[in-house]
């Protein structure tokens, strides 16, 4: 039986690490998968999946108007025999190709498997996060920390000056100089002062 999993967390968590542990078991068991990131995230490259431990595999890639159903995902995979599907970046999923998701599990019984963020640096839900937040059967939160030790849960877009930025789009892509994931309590310290927490950027 199949079904839709959801892994968030925030940034640097290691979801890409997940991801690629999990195609390298199912592939050590002889079954096949197929794995997407999204088109337009070039940070390793595009069509591809890179974590920071170094490891980096190529990826087909997903846009707004991907149709994600079983005939062309098999076509894509050359193959009848697919056992999974692995997703990389799913908060850049439309709410739309989720539902095909959540559909294909339970009508072809395909497993899906979801890695990606909850909200943006505004402490605002990606569309795509909150659709898979409402369907996915299995929802799991991978932890990492703050640099005041404490559980990081938001994401903080940086400026240059390594100040914390409010306004802008939604998605600008970049690393760990454009990005931190931080606790609750470091996300909003500079509200009042302007100022991030001590340390926080050391």
Known sequence: MGKLYFRYAAMNAGKSTALLQVAHNYEERGMQVLLFTAAHDDRVGVGQIGSRLGLVRQAATFGPDTEFARAPLLELAGSDALACVLIDEAQFLTPVQVHQLHRMAHVEKLPVICWGLRSDFRGDAFAGAATLLTLADDVEEMKTICACARKATMNMRIDAQGRRVKEG???????????RSVCP??????????????GLFA
Do not use: H, K, M
């Not at 939604?170 to 690393?175: F, R």
């Not at 309590?185 to 001590?198: E, K, M, Q, R, V």
């Open 169 to 179: 789009e939604q998605v600008v892509i970049g690393g760990n100089e454009r990005y």
């Open 185 to 198: 309590a470091c996300f909003y310290s500079d509200d009042d002062t302007g100022l991030l927490a001590p």
